[in-house]
């Protein structure tokens, strides 16, 4: 592993980040960027192989592009204030996320242009008063 020791990571005070944030394969299970607005680069946000739960940027406006995957225990994904990406969206093979939470995502984008990707994420099935949880391999 690239950072195994990594199991917290607070930036809390960071608000644009000029080229590509990657966060990856650390057994991370706390991520504070509650500040961040804008994440440029070529590629943009990427999120791959954490042990976060939860992915939550309140601030996040724009970005080039985003990659959220082999996160296998991410619930949830709360990108509430984003209205612009300029490149790829892709959420993929995140095993307990609710392929839902990524498609409402990509739904409120005001601005997009690229590929979007949904794939491998936790797809939940309505049968009568009940949900089924299946894994979509769409």
Request: glycine share 8%.
């Amino acid at each position: 592993d690239d950072n195994a020791a990594l199991t917290s990571l607070d930036l809390s005070s960071l608000i644009t980040v000029g080229g590509d944030f990657y966060v990856g394969r650390a057994p991370l299970t706390s991520l504070n960027v509650s500040m961040l607005t804008s994440v440029g680069g070529r590629s943009g946000l990427n999120v791959y192989g954490t042990a976060l739960t939860s992915l939550s940027l309140p601030a996040l406006t724009s970005l080039v592009g985003l990659s959220v995957s082999s996160n296998v225990v991410l619930t949830s994904l709360s990108l509430g204030m984003l209205t612009s990406v300029n490149s790829n969206f892709d959420v993929r093979d995140n095993a307990a996320l609710p392929t839902c939470q990524a498609q409402d995502v990509r739904d409120q984008l005001i601005s997009f242009t690229g590929m979007s990707t949904i794939m491998g994420n936790l797809r939940a099935i309505a049968s009568k008063s009940r949900m089924i949880e299946a894994y979509d391999l769409e």
